[in-house]
């Protein structure tokens, strides 16, 4: 999967073990993840055997969900691959993307960026389905992502190529999943906000942007390669013109408390998962007082280096807390909603996915 700010990679088991744990406590057969970025967790809730929709107003993300989520492997793998070998041994074809991305900004090598151009443009003469084209435009940004030179956001560029870039580009095969257990995937385009107004499903997971950094403004080299609509350019990064018109107000510092809140507001699912930083933009305290609108609010929690606690404490299985909260670095929040109080937390604690649960936090439900 592409190197990408605040994917969940880490989060994956923690996130999995929590809807199966609502899943034992009510049936789960449908899961909405409305911010799905590299659709890592809609492909490990997929793999998990939910039914998955996905969503992000990317179009990159949204190709990348519709082949790891709605993309079956039974239905595309071995033509994919068939496609894959034709496209890798097509020699470069250089045009307006080498031009762009290789000779005016440099995040690949010229002969990597004319080969890239060379398959993008195979695949848009082949003009396959569109889980297909998916499949084929995935396994294209991910190799390219393996020979780009950047830190990992396009930004900019390193002014001296990253040792991968001189490697050639290889394609390979995504790794496909067969049908879910609980039926096909989908992969959407939408506004989150449209898509919770839309999206049915029996759990909603929400993991949006935390900070002001457009993940267009991040990622428009594979927005381009996916839309392939040659755009017009700016600045030394030459990041595409409509970078400066498709904002979030998840993005915005003045406007994410009051979308955050309407987005809980109109989610189609009686229970929520919700993934937010210790870094972001909301506070802890004004992530639950919106939550609470909507029921019991469980609160898992997981540091990363020295983390031992901070907003919440450590506590151990017997939900006391323990120590003293310690300086906090990073950590990752995730908030369990639910109509009746969640049961599931000591489990994850237990087995270790987290390491703090909070669970004293009563929904507005119980007049509180
Ligand atoms: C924190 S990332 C999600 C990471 C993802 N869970 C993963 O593991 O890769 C947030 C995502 O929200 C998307 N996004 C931002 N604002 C949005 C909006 N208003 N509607 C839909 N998607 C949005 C971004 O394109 C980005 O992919």
């Known amino acids: ?40 967790v809609g492909h490990a809730l997929k ?31 071995a033509r994919a691959e068939r496609m894959l070998r034709e496209l890798a041994a097509l020699p470069g074809r250089p045009g307006w993307f080498t031009a762009t991305y290789a000779e005016q900004a440099r995040y690949f090598s010229p002969e990597n960026a004319a080969r890239i151009e060379a398959m993008r443009e195979q695949i848009e003469r082949w003009a396959p ?46 790794e496909l999943l067969p049908r879910a257990r609980h039926g096909k995937g989908s992969a959407h385009g939408l506004d989150a906000l449209d898509a919770a107004r839309r999206l049915q499903a029996d759990v909603v997971y929400l993991d949006p942007p935390y900070n002001q950094h457009s993940y267009l403004g991040n990622y428009h080299v594979w927005e381009t390669l996916v839309r392939w609509d040659a755009p017009e350019v700016y600045g030394v990064a030459c990041k595409r013109i409509d970078v400066q018109q498709r904002k979030s107000p998840f993005n915005s510092k003045v406007r994410i408390g009051e979308a955050f809140a309407a987005l809980v507001a109109a989610c189609r699912a009686e229970r929520l998962v919700v993934s937010f930083s210790n870094e972001g933009a909301l506070g802890y305290d004004a992530l639950v007082q919106t939550l609470r609108g909507r029921g ?64 004293t936090l009563a929904g507005a439900s119980d007049g509180r």
């Open 296 to 359: 019991h609010v469980t609160v898992l929690s997981r540091g990363h280096e020295r983390y031992i606690g901070h907003q919440i404490g450590v506590y151990n299985p017997q939900g006391e807390r323990v120590g003293a909260p310690g300086r906090a670095r990073n950590v990752e929040y995730v908030f369990v909603v639910t109509p009746e109080p969640f049961r599931g937390g000591e489990a994850l604690l237990q087995a270790g996915l987290c390491d703090g649960v909070q669970q």
């Open 129 to 174: 389905g569109p889980e297909l084209r998916a499949v084929l435009l995935t396994a294209l940004v991910q190799a390219a992502d393996r020979v780009d030179s950047t830190v990992g956001v396009q930004m900019a560029y390193l002014k001296k190529w990253a040792p991968r870039a001189l490697r050639p580009i290889a394609p390979r095969l995504p």
């Open 47 to 77: 793999g998990a055997g939910y039914r998955v929709r996905s969503n992000d107003h990317n179009a990159y993300a949204e190709t990348l969900a519709r082949c790891y989520v709605a993309a079956d492997r039974e239905a595309h793998a």
């Open 1 to 40: 999967m592409i190197k990408y700010l605040g994917s969940k990679r880490a989060l994956l088991p923690l996130l999995v073990g929590t809807v199966d744990a609502l899943d034992g406590e009510a049936p789960v057969r449908t899961v909405a993840d409305l911010f799905s970025g590299t659709a890592r």
